[in-house]
């Protein structure tokens, strides 16, 4: 190839300076989870635990359970018993902090019950629908899967 067929690579100010932010903004995010491991702590998560944080991992547990989040491999997990516990417990922090929440902390616990009852309502039918029209003994039947039962109450299940 000639000098003038050449491929020429054309480097701007912009783009060098652009690059350079971003080698320093990764430098200084290293340098903070450094920071953050060496007093123990794990980056992302919050300093502080509060009352919404719970709450919202107990939530974010029973929709795990109820399948609203896929597995690596794509599936929706379902077990209706750890979702149906999860549940229960906001419901055991609801009844023992009745008088003793601010009103949107008792807004946010309230809503997310009465939320989680009905998904849980609604994806018990499913799984029952699902076994009365034999959809859940084909998923259990695929090759390689673990037989888990036609219980919708019972073992987990993979959809």
Known sequence: ????????????????????????KLAQAEQQAAQAAAEG??????????????ISMLATQALMYMGAFPDESGRAMVSLDVAKMNIDMLGVIQEKTKGNLSEEEK??????????????????????AAAADGTLEQMQSTPGQPDLGANPGGPSLKF
């Open 1 to 24: 190839m000639s000098d003038a067929e050449q491929p020429k690579i054309i480097i701007d100010d912009d783009w060098k300076s652009s690059a350079q932010a971003e080698k320093e």
């Open 41 to 54: 702590k794990t980056p992302g998560l919050p300093e502080q635990i509060g009352f919404k944080e719970v």
């Open 107 to 128: 807004k946010m616990l309230d809503g997310t019950i009465i939320e989680l009852r009905h998904q849980f309502v609604e994806v018990t039918k499913a799984v029952a």
